[in-house]
């Protein structure tokens, strides 16, 4: 059985599906790696506009396969290191691809789970959908998902829910910034599939620069530099291809080149 079922419910839109349901789709080694050569396959293509993750079964993400993490704990430090270094650099891939994401939440995400949903740029989750960092009460800690987890839903819900692991439902994830939108279970694909058609009327240059833009600013000082810089930036777009194209077509009232 493939852990990572591929398909493209709409031109343009890469969906991939965590199809681990037996073990609540869990991450090991091969789904990270599969998840891994997706996303960089779908970075770099260019009839791909949008992806959408979601999850088989009635769990999205269980988090970090027990067993796997157990064999691990148990090999030698480097190679230890080396396994945790493949989820971080899973995470950092996602957080930074240069298409935008959608992640469909359906059921429970624990632990590694969460940073999935953290990392994407959309986040919708089904009603039933529950979420805990659980770590703690493994004897671990969210390391690698942190950064992701504190930027969705700040540094002082963090502190909270890593400590006490306790379970919130879809509605405390919306009001904490974790979701985007909650939804019936029945709406969850066609609602995912809603957001991905609105994410392709964007340029695909004017979103991948949108993207990079919006993971660095929140830490660049203010002051002339930053503002030169983001002066630099705006003018270098609206002299290419793209923006030419989509100002044109803005000012005749017709769709730009790059819409479906």
Known sequence: MDVLIESEPLPGIAQLVLNRPQSRNALDPQLIARLRDRLAYHGQRDATRVVVLRAAGEAFCAGVDLRSMQEQGQRE??????????????????????????????????????????????????????????????????????????????????????????????ERARNLGLLHEVVPTAALGGEALRFAMDLIQGGPQALAECKSLLATIVTEAAGEDRDARLAGLLARLRAGAEAQAGLTAMRSRQSPPWTP
């Open 77 to 170: 430090l480097t190679d230890n290191v080396s396994d945790a270094r493949t989820l971080a650099a899973l995470l950092s891939e996602l957080r930074h691809l240069p298409k935008p994401t959608v992640v469909a939440v359906q059921g429970p995400a624990f632990g590694a789970g969460i940073g999935l949903v953290a990392a994407c740029d959309v986040a919708i989750g089904a009603e039933e959908a529950k979420f805990c960092l659980s770590e703690v009460r493994l004897g671990i800690i969210p390391a690698v998902i942190s950064p992701y987890v504190i930027e969705a839903i700040g540094i002082r819900h963090a502190r909270r829910y890593a400590l006490t692991a306790e379970m919130m439902g879809a």
